[in-house]
Structures are given as C-alpha cells and as structure tokens.
C-alpha cells in the first residue's frame, strides 16, 4: 500500500496506514512537534516581554497552540496504528527477536513523543508562572496590592468580571486595561490547558501501551524458549529411540544367528546319526 503524504496524513490521519516509510515520517512529524513547541515558548517569551499583549499576538499564540494540539492528535493515531499492525506481527512472528527489533522501533517514537509532552508541560507551567508574576506587577503598579494566591485567582477567573471587580476594588483606568490584558493571558492558558489534557491522555495511552507490549514480547519469548525445549525433548526422544531401535535389531540379528546356527547343528547331527546307522547294518 502506498506510504500517504505528511499532508494527507494531517487531513485525516483515522484512514492512515502504516508502510516502509513509517517511522521516518513519525519522527519528521515528531520533529516539527518539537519545533512548534520550541517557537511556542520564544513567542511567550515575546508576549511577557510587551507592556500590554497585543490582541494579534494572542491569536497568532493561540493558533500555534491549536497546531501542537493537532499535529500531538495526528501522531498520537499514527502511534496507534503501528501499535496494531505490532500486535498482529508479535502474533504470527516465531522470532522473538525480530518481535523486540520492531518493539525498539516504537519504543524510542514513544519516548520522543513522551519528552516533547513533558517539555510542552514545563512550557505551560513556567508561562503561567511569569503570567502570575505579571500580573501581580502590573496591578501592583496600578497600587492594587494582591498575594500570590489572589493573582492566581484572578488568572483563573479572568473571563467573569464580577469577580474580578469584587477582588479589585474599586478599579482605576491602569487596573482596568491591566484586567483586559489579564483576560487575554488567562485566555491563552485555557488554550494551553487544553492541549494539557490531550497529551496528557496521550501520555497514558502510551503508558498503557507500553506496558502491554512488554507483557506480549516476555510471552513470546517464553513461549519461544518452551518451543526450544519441547524441541529439543524431541530431538533426544527421538535420539532414544534410534538407540533403541539399533539395539532391537542386533537382538533379531542374534536370535536369527542363533536359530540359524541351531538347524545347521541338527542338519549336521541327522547326517552323523544316519551314517552311524548305515554302518552297523
């Protein structure tokens, strides 16, 4: 079956089949992952470093999140696939170490996909860590003085005013645009959130998988290594009985000696008798 594009793959990884040239396509994609989250992190860095977020940046932030959240999806169905296609392999291979050959293989995809959720977890945790202390500076600076606790509030409770006017009050003209540029960090954290949850569900599965496959490569080394055993049980069974059949011959060999040499007495004893008898007559 031909090998679909990266493309294609992109557009509906759920009909993607894996070929020769799976795993190179994987780890270009995995690749691109790693370079979408590396730009992800310069661009926060870009934002935190601008007086007040511009709504343009935000949104070009948030497509870039969505297109880590995709591209984690598409690999994630890929990871899947070749799971199953492994699975119908380690069924039908009587190589335990081809079994383990093609195990290596997915296993170094998965701990690259692995690494790169991590680093996609650390990205979110220290951006929303500078967000916190952002925002604690920028109401600071408005003469708004609020804990640690009360900024991470603000953070995670941005998108309702209310609240945010009950913990800030009342609000200056500074405090009111450092409350919109709030909103637009607390948006871009609930987008990062997101992809949070979907790698981290992507995380268990390859857990999860991981663990399966370890289990099924053991038992098809045991059963390999019984398979060797009952084989070579055979190979001296049969080594036996080659003995024992060599040893049945030589006695049919002794006993038809033996018998043939009993007539050949007798034959020669009835002649003797006869000419003995010839004589006294």
Same mark, same amino acid.
């Given at each position: ?143 708004? $003085?609020? =804990? &640690?606790?009360?900024? /991470?509030?603000?953070?995670?409770? !941005?998108?309702?005013? #209310?609240?945010?006017?009950?913990? +800030? ?38 857990? $999860?998988? =991981? &663990?399966?496959?370890? /289990?099924?490569?053991?038992?098809? !080394?045991?059963?390999? #290594?019984?398979?060797?055993?009952? +084989? ?50």
């Amino acid at each position: 079956m031909k090998l679909k594009t990266k493309d294609e793959v992109t557009e509906s990884s759920k009909s993607y089949v894996p070929g020769r040239d799976y795993f190179s396509l994987v780890r270009k994609l995995l690749d691109e992952l790693q370079s979408e989250i590396e730009s992800l992190r310069r661009k926060q860095q870009h934002i935190l470093a601008l007086a007040v977020a511009d709504p343009a940046e935000k949104d070009v932030l948030e497509d870039q999140i969505a297109k880590i959240r995709r591209k984690t999806s598409d690999l994630r169905k890929m990871v899947n696939e070749v799971d199953n296609e492994f699975n119908e392999f380690a069924r039908v291979c009587e190589s335990s170490g081809e079994v383990r050959i093609r195990k290596n293989q997915i296993d170094s995809i998965r701990r690259k996909l692995r690494d790169l959720i991590i680093s996609f977890n650390d990205t979110h945790a220290d951006y929303r860590s500078r967000v916190s202390v952002r925002v604690r500076r920028q109401l600071r600076a408005v003469g708004e $003085n609020v =804990t &640690e606790e009360e900024a /991470e509030k603000i953070i995670d409770s !941005a998108g309702r005013d #209310e609240l945010f006017f009950r913990e +800030v009050n009342p609000l200056s003209v500074s405090a009111k645009a450092a409350l919109a540029d709030v909103k637009r960090r607390h948006n871009e954290i609930v987008e990062l959130e997101k992809s949070i949850q979907t790698m981290q569900e992507i995380f268990v599965d390859l857990q $999860n998988l =991981t &663990e399966i496959q370890n /289990e099924m490569v053991d038992n098809i !080394a045991h059963n390999v #290594e019984s398979t060797k055993d009952h +084989v070579e049980q055979g190979a001296r069974n049969v080594k036996v009985g080659l003995e024992y059949k060599k040893s049945a011959t030589r006695k049919k060999v002794m006993v038809a000696l033996c018998v043939v040499i009993l007539i050949l007495l007798l034959i020669v004893a009835a002649i003797i008798l006869a000419v003995v008898l010839s004589n006294h007559k």
